[in-house]
């Protein structure tokens, strides 16, 4: 049997260890410290200088408290992508509010600009109050349209969180993903463009913003010498040792996204004549994603083979693929949740397949995919 080829493996760059030897050197071993600082100092060099970055247990977590800061409270409603991954969605329901999901559009598979002011004229009127967030997400590292979402947004004056766990990297007209909302959201895991084993991180505009966050990370303990609280908080701040391994992975950064972006062009490049099927791209120059993970569309007339037939080809084969994320409007959990839409997520659902893309990925690895695209029969 052929070694194993994974969809996104970590991969790290050398120096990660150093930065965790340093916190164990001077007994930095806590959620605080030099590590997570400069951590969170460059991303936000990285990202946009002006915005400020404090560091998390997880993108989750950054989402959670993103929403709290952003007042969302027990009733109200949060408008949400559809096509995501759950943890977009969850922490809306965290608070005990609602979501109210949106569908893609088809050229960047995210959030559809006409839907969302639908549904934002449509709760209005159902439920009498405008919703109290919307929460777009960068696809598979491919930028939103975030001009026209922000400008919707602005329109109606209701904050957008931004989620950019899959986008560090990414860039709309050469500004880079996470810099848009007035909250961004980063993903350190595993699987993520960079990792920190597990972290993640909330992108503010404002210092008051980062002190709030980073109050609310921290069990919300008000200045006092006793322990003394009035607020709920929460434990989610970065560990010293995470944020060692984020600084040492900070140098590897454009190395992988140009890999990533490199895996996307020999995909395309060797799938070009392979009927059926159709490699996911920037729609403009003005998108360059990262290609956090290349996806493909299956057309069965013309492939003679399903998605669902060349997952199993490929599982047969050693080789990792996923199906595109199903849809939040479709999920058992969220049943009741309003949708505003015409089916393109569940379309993308349907025939839509991730391939393996992860920067340790070599070129014979890619043509071993490939070869089992192209077989004429579906096993
Ligand atoms: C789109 C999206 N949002 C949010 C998250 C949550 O990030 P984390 O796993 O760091 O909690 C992830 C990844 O896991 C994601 O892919």
């Not at 959670?64 to 408008?79: F, N, R, Y």
């Not at 947004?153 to 990414?170: K, Q, W």
Request: glycine share 8%; hydrophobic share 40%.
């Amino acid at each position: 049997m052929n070694n194993r080829i994974w969809l996104s493996l970590a991969h790290m760059g050398g120096r990660e260890q150093e930065f965790i030897k340093g916190a164990f050197d001077t007994n930095w071993v806590v959620p605080l410290g030099p590590n997570v600082d400069a951590f969170e100092k460059s991303l936000s060099d990285y990202l946009d200088a002006d915005r400020h970055v404090v560091a998390l247990s997880a993108g989750t977590a950054a989402i959670h408290l993103g929403l709290m800061l952003l007042g969302v409270q027990a009733g109200d409603e949060v408008i949400c992508q559809s096509f995501t991954f759950a943890a977009s969605a969850n922490p809306i329901a965290y608070l005990g509010a609602k979501p109210v999901f949106v569908d893609s559009e088809t050229d960047t598979w995210n959030m559809d600009p006409v839907f969302l002011e639908e549904a934002i004229k449509d709760r209005l009127r159902k439920a009498g109050k405008l919703p109290k967030a919307i929460i777009p997400v960068h696809l598979y590292g491919m930028p939103a349209g975030m001009d026209k979402i922000m400008a919707i947004a602005n329109r109606y004056d209701i904050p957008v969180l931004e989620d950019a766990a899959e986008a560090l990297g990414s860039e709309l007209h050469g500004k880079r993903c996470g810099g848009f909302g007035e909250l961004g959201v980063l993903s350190f895991n595993g699987n993520k463009m960079i990792t920190t084993s597990g972290g993640g991180a909330l992108v503010c505009r404002t210092e008051e913003e980062a002190k709030r966050t980073m109050f609310f990370a921290t069990q919300a303990r008000d200045a006092a010498p006793h322990y003394q609280h009035s607020h709920i908080g929460y434990n989610y701040r970065m560990s010293n040792i995470c944020a060692g391994i984020g600084r040492g992975q900070m140098f590897v950064l454009d190395e992988h996204i140009a890999r990533r972006r490199e895996i996307h062009d020999l995909y395309t490049l060797l799938l070009k004549d392979i009927p059926g099927i159709t490699v996911m791209q920037n729609p403009s120059d003005e998108y360059n994603s990262n290609f956090w993970l290349t996806c493909i569309l299956v057309d069965s007339r013309f492939a003679g083979k399903t998605r669902e037939d060349i997952r199993l080809a490929m599982d047969a084969e050693n080789i990792e693929t996923r199906p595109l994320w199903k849809p939040m409007h479709l999920q058992p959990v969220f049943a009741d949740a309003p949708f505003y839409g015409n089916g393109t997520s569940e379309h993308l659902f349907d025939i839509g397949l991730c391939l393996p893309s992860g920067p340790t990925l070599t070129d014979d690895d890619i043509r071993r995919v490939v070869d089992v695209i192209s077989r004429k029969n579906s096993h």
